[in-house]
């Protein structure tokens, strides 16, 4: 069973930084991908930054140059650095992993305040 333990979300003043970081741990032949997407109440949960096995990365026009989403040497951990923070980024964030393929896990969700 693969698991994802995240950490680093808090309360933040607008211009401030956090960085979220996700360990994978468990069982599995490929680890395709590691990423965060990010819900607000009401809406569809959305994708942040993402991380392939190919050492390509895909990251959210609506973040771009203040988000980097970043990887341990062992791949397993997937860091989300977050630069010049603003309201809008008020949500759950949410660590997302690709296993063997086909295999999507999620992790317990941390929240992100922006609030002055």
């Known amino acids: 069973q693969v698991q994802l333990v995240e950490s680093g979300g808090g309360s933040v003043q607008p211009g401030e930084s956090l960085t979220l970081s996700c360990t994978v741990s468990?069982?599995?032949?490929?680890?395709?991908?590691m990423g965060w997407y990010r819900q607000v109440p009401g809406k569809q949960r959305e994708l942040v930054a993402l991380?392939?096995?190919?050492?390509?990365?895909n990251v959210a026009d609506s973040v771009k140059g203040r988000f980097t989403i970043s990887r341990s040497n062992d791949e397993k951990t997937v860091y989300l650095q977050m630069d010049d923070l603003n309201f809008e980024d008020t949500a759950i964030y949410y660590c997302?992993?690709?296993?063997?393929?086909?295999?999507?896990?999620w992790g317990q969700g941390t929240q992100v305040t922006v609030s002055s």
């Open positions: 991380s392939t096995i190919s050492g390509r990365t």
């Open positions: 468990g069982s599995f032949e490929r680890l395709d991908a």
């Open positions: 997302y992993s690709m296993t063997n393929s086909v295999r999507i896990h």
